[in-house]
């Protein structure tokens, strides 16, 4: 039985195919050709077959053997005509209805195919190229982590991550402190935050409005703000529970110290050692003021280890 690993697929820059279109036709034809996800061949594929978001197709497909397929895929929006990957045939029939052993002989193989990220066999299908060539943004993008915010132990960001110190992100000529064509996806899901919480700016630094679309924003050279959440806490969104309402995702929340009263057993007057003084009544609740002493200082706080916030771009 004929099999062809079609699997994860990308753009040429490295970037998820999301939404891409898998073209099974008759070799030499427009003519579509059924492929299977079974080895019974009763299962027949949609034509074209859809990648999901993050450019996964099915890992394997099953051929007919009686058949010589093709096979192009495009992008989302993408034609036929100018295909990412293109190949004619994809398969080759042989007397026992599966792939020659030769198809499969290393010493058939070049050395320049096996070389790191260059492996091509002969059913023409290439893996996507070693790790360590693809670009910061690219990995993360492979990772599906770009825009998730997370502590480090370290005092710097690790390689394809920035601090959350309240620096501004945009394109290589908009003069944010990181300006780079490679935080384009990162500036993306910032834009679609709320523009109150995360005003957008134009290049020169002052205030401007949101455009058509986060990638022309991008491309006139706005600015973005990453949150300062240096000293700060988290606390999770609420989302609709009603335990912290009227927030919006990645809103700043100032501190708060709710009302509460102090009661003592029997009338006493205190003088504490910050000099305040405090009298109550037999039995009676009284509310005090803000105590004196060691304790006394200019926040409230639970006890915490600090460690550097950054994003993934």
């Given at each position: 039985?004929?099999?062809?690993?079609?699997?994860?697929?990308?753009?040429?820059?490295?970037?998820?195919?999301?939404?891409?279109?898998?073209?099974?036709?008759?070799?030499?034809?427009?003519?579509?050709?059924?492929v299977y996800a079974?080895?019974?061949?009763?299962?027949?594929?949609?034509?074209?077959?859809?990648?999901?978001?993050?450019?996964?197709?099915?890992?394997?497909?099953?051929?007919?053997?009686?058949?010589?397929?093709?096979?192009?895929?495009?992008?989302?929006?993408?034609?036929?005509?100018?295909?990412?990957?293109?190949?004619?045939?994809?398969?080759?029939?042989?007397?026992?209805?599966?792939?020659?052993?030769?198809?499969?002989?290393?010493?058939?193989?070049?050395?320049?195919?096996?070389?790191?990220?260059?492996?091509?066999?002969?059913?023409?299908?290439?893996?996507?190229?070693?790790?360590?060539?693809?670009?910061?943004?690219?990995?993360?993008?492979?990772?599906?982590?770009?825009?998730?915010?997370?502590?480090?132990?370290?005092?710097?960001?690790?390689?394809?991550?920035?601090?959350?110190?309240?620096?501004?992100?945009?394109?290589?000529a908009s003069g944010?402190?990181?300006?780079?064509?490679?935080?384009?996806?990162?500036?993306?899901?910032?834009?679609?935050?709320?523009?109150?919480?995360?005003?957008?700016?134009d290049s020169a630094?002052?205030?401007?409005?949101?455009?058509?679309?986060?990638?022309?924003?991008?491309?006139?050279?706005?600015?973005?703000?990453?949150?300062?959440?240096?000293?700060?806490?988290?606390?999770?969104?609420?989302?609709?529970?009603?335990?912290?309402?009227?927030?919006?995702?990645?809103?700043?929340?100032?501190?708060?110290?709710?009302?509460?009263?102090?009661?003592?057993?029997?009338?006493?007057?205190?003088?504490?050692?910050?000099?305040?003084?405090?009298?109550?009544?037999?039995?009676?609740?009284?509310?005090?003021?803000?105590?004196?002493?060691?304790?006394?200082?200019?926040?409230?706080?639970?006890?915490?280890?600090?460690?550097?916030?950054?994003?993934?771009?």
């Open positions: 039985m004929q099999t062809y690993q079609l699997g994860k697929r990308f753009t040429n820059a490295g970037v998820q195919l999301a939404g891409g279109k898998a073209y099974f036709r008759v070799s030499g034809t427009t003519t579509p050709a059924d079974d080895s019974d061949l009763t299962e027949e594929l949609a034509y074209p077959i859809v990648a999901d978001a993050y450019g996964n197709f099915p890992e394997v497909v099953y051929l007919d053997p009686a058949v010589t397929y093709r096979l192009t895929i495009i992008a989302s929006n993408g034609d036929l005509g100018s295909p990412l990957f293109a190949a004619d045939p994809i398969n080759e029939e042989s007397g026992a209805g599966g792939i020659e052993t030769a198809d499969i002989n290393d010493e058939a193989i070049t050395a320049d195919k096996l070389a790191d990220g260059a492996i091509e066999d002969k059913l023409g299908f290439t893996p996507q190229a070693d790790l360590t060539d693809l670009t910061a943004a690219a990995l993360n993008a492979l990772l599906n982590r770009t825009g998730e915010v997370f502590l480090t132990m370290k005092s710097s960001p690790p390689t394809g991550a920035l601090k959350m110190n309240g620096a501004t992100i945009g394109s290589a944010s402190t990181n300006a780079s064509a490679l935080y384009s996806a990162l500036f993306a899901i910032i834009w679609a935050l709320d523009s109150t919480e995360f005003p957008i700016l630094g002052g205030a401007s409005s949101r455009g058509a679309s986060a990638a022309a924003d991008f491309s006139a050279n706005k600015r973005l703000t990453l949150k300062d959440m240096r000293g700060e806490f988290v606390r999770g969104w609420d989302d609709s529970r009603a335990v912290d309402t009227s927030r919006v995702l990645g809103s700043d929340q100032a501190g708060q110290l709710a009302a509460h009263t102090h009661t003592y057993a029997s009338a006493r007057t205190d003088i504490g050692s910050g000099g305040q003084t405090v009298t109550g009544g037999t039995g009676s609740g009284q509310t005090t003021g803000s105590a004196g002493g060691t304790e006394n200082s200019s926040e409230n706080r639970p006890r915490n280890i600090a460690w550097l916030w950054c994003v993934w771009f």
